[in-house]
């Protein structure tokens, strides 16, 4: 197997990648319950599974090469390639697009994460900027991420079962949020709630939603 793939054990290098993007998770996620550690552990088997197979063992590759019978002849490490046939050029073309994602994901997590630790200093109600388009950019800055990184650039089987799994979890945790910035607000909230989106902005406002998601951005 392994003479016919490339890109594959460079397990050091996959250590490397799992702790530095799992530390930079912690950092800025910092779960401080056990619905939070639950929906970042989600991630965290996200973020192993798909390093292990990008830079260790391609083992989604070798399933389907086993399994459904792919040509051995046009085996890439990266399922996209290999299942369209296009070799380094489609690895190319989705890594392109998948950054892409990532990065623009990355903004706006960010971007929302600064709107918010603004905000508790004050300790006021967060409605301007990326939270006037969505309730919880940060969330939504995470799931684009993981999905220009984990299904656009690098879909594995763990990682493309892991997204749904991911999304669902943090739909739960907002859910819970949402309830305590209720009791904490009160008809504030509840009428943001009627106006805003959870998580993905309305068809109109989407150039607003990626202006604001600019680091240097402040409205």
Known sequence: MEEHIAH????????IMIVVISWFFYKYVAPKNWHEWASAGVVQAFIIALYAEMYGFPLTIYLLSRFLGLDRGDLNASLWSTLLGMGETGMMISMILG????????????????????????????????????????????????????????PTLFSVALFPVIVLAYYMLAKKEEKQVLAEFGDAYRAYQQRVPMFIPRKSQWRAFIDSSSLNSDN
């Open 8 to 15: 594959s054990g460079a397990w050091g290098l996959a250590i």
């Open 99 to 154: 950054y892409v994602l990532v990065f623009f994901g990355i903004g706006i997590f960010f971007q929302g994460w600064r709107q918010v630790h603004r905000a508790r200093q004050t300790n006021a109600l967060v409605t301007d900027g990326l939270y006037r388009l969505v309730r919880h950019p940060q969330y939504t800055g995470l799931f684009i991420a993981l999905f220009g990184e984990g299904v656009v650039h690098w």
